[in-house]
């Protein structure tokens, strides 16, 4: 959950550098990364936190694009999986999360993620 819950007592600038140093270590052994969770998701208990999510996500974005861009032609390095918009696409509904309005349903929430990842897992060079 680096991002959500780092930004809940970091900043951005504190935050990210340690999303980057997670990614590079991963990178170094030769594996891809795919990120879900480490994209934002816009939880009704945490408004205030909302546009240091986007700030966050907009880096992570930046990343996966540079990685994308020096990996032409391959699958990408780094998938960022964008739950914060998928999840106000649908509408945010409360069904998605659990009673205390943070941590995600059961039921409803994991299908949508699951289809999300299923995506990612395809080779398709595509990063968004």
Same mark, same amino acid.
């Given at each position: 959950?680096?991002?959500?819950?780092?930004l809940?007592?970091?900043?951005?600038?504190? #935050?990210? !550098?340690?999303?980057?140093?997670?990614?590079? *270590?991963?990178?170094?052994?030769?594996?891809?990364?795919?990120?879900?969770? +480490?994209?934002?998701? !816009?939880? !009704?208990? #945490?408004?205030? $936190? +909302?546009?240091k999510?986007?700030?966050?996500?907009? $880096?992570?974005?930046?990343?996966?694009?540079?990685?994308?861009?020096?990996?032409?032609?391959?699958?990408?390095?780094?998938? *960022?999986?964008? #739950?914060? !918009?998928?999840?106000?696409?649908?509408?945010n509904?409360?069904?998605?999360?659990?009673?205390?309005? $943070? +941590?995600?349903?059961?039921?409803?929430?994991?299908? +949508?993620?699951?289809?999300?990842i299923? #995506?990612?897992?395809?080779?398709?060079?595509?990063?968004?």
């Amino acid at each position: 959950m680096c991002g959500e819950n780092d930004l809940m007592d970091s900043s951005v600038v504190e #935050t990210y !550098p340690r999303f980057q140093q997670i990614v590079g *270590k991963i990178l170094a052994t030769g594996a891809r990364v795919i990120t879900s969770d +480490h994209g934002t998701k !816009p939880e !009704p208990d #945490t408004a205030e $936190l +909302h546009e240091k999510y986007q700030r966050y996500d907009s $880096l992570v974005w930046q990343l996966a694009s540079t990685l994308a861009a020096a990996n032409a032609g391959s699958p990408p390095l780094l998938v *960022k999986i964008d #739950t914060y !918009p998928s999840f106000v696409a649908l509408g945010n509904p409360d069904s998605l999360y659990a009673n205390d309005g $943070l +941590h995600l349903a059961d039921d409803g929430c994991y299908v +949508h993620w699951q289809k999300c990842i299923a #995506t990612a897992l395809d080779d398709n060079p595509c990063i968004r």
